[in-house]
């Protein structure tokens, strides 16, 4: 069956769509030797696509992974300043694979990782408000969580509501929808109580479990199925 070449490269896990139409706008893209300068263009498993001259394969099967990100590694492929990044701690068969979203250089826990560039961009949209839970172990004497379960305005960027449960003394959970960058840094700073120390232990139906730190297992097929359906 025929597949637009955008979403060709998306299953391949090299680009997401959007950026596949980029590669195909800057000419990095060819089919069967001719480069293309449009995404309006079919293509099947017979063609021979390249990408940036590298011959590319689609994948058969969708791959998602939890990956528990330990403290003090970037998400990204390569950082500027040097720093450890998940890419140092993932075993070599892993490294080909995306990180969906990211987590900051201090927070540790759940991170998804797949094989399909479009499913990576699918499950960060804001628009599909999947739930993921933080533990927060948070500082200051005048706390206000009301603010962030009102949702909350700073600096003049606006947050959805958080749902937040004080555990103990000093540690929440925290439940967000959106996915905005630092997003429960600044809020819980701004209700009076600054983050110490941040950890994810869920994305969607996924949980992560008492998987060691550093570590990385597959999801089931059927756990991934349960995550399609919410999109």
Do not use: W
């Amino acid at each position: 069956m025929d597949t637009r070449i955008a979403k060709f490269i998306a299953h391949t896990g090299i680009a997401s769509r959007r950026d596949a139409e980029k590669l195909i706008e800057s000419g990095a893209v060819a089919v069967n030797g001719i480069v293309l300068d449009s995404p309006a263009v079919n293509v099947s498993d017979t063609d021979v696509i390249t990408v940036n001259g590298n011959v590319i394969n689609k994948q058969t099967r969708t791959e998602l992974y939890i990956f528990n990100k330990p403290l003090n590694t970037m998400t990204t492929v390569r950082d500027p300043l040097a720093r450890k990044t998940i890419y140092d701690v993932l075993p070599d068969e892993y490294k080909n694979l995306r990180y969906v979203g990211r987590l900051d250089y201090k927070t540790t826990g759940l991170l998804l990782m797949t094989n399909d560039g479009d499913l990576a961009r699918k499950l960060t949209l804001p628009t599909n408000k999947i739930p993921r839970t933080y533990i927060a172990r948070v500082g200051g004497t005048k706390q206000n969580f009301d603010i962030a379960r009102r949702g909350a305005t700073v600096d003049g960027v606006h947050y959805r509501p958080m749902e937040i449960t004080e555990i103990s003394p000093g540690k929440i959970r925290v439940v967000v929808t959106e996915g905005k960058k630092n997003e429960i840094r600044i809020v819980l700073r701004a209700c009076g109580a600054p983050v110490q120390k941040l950890h994810r232990e869920s994305f969607g139906n996924l949980k992560l479990g008492n998987l060691a730190s550093g570590k990385i297992i597959k999801v089931s097929q059927k756990d991934i199925d349960e995550l399609l359906k919410t999109l």
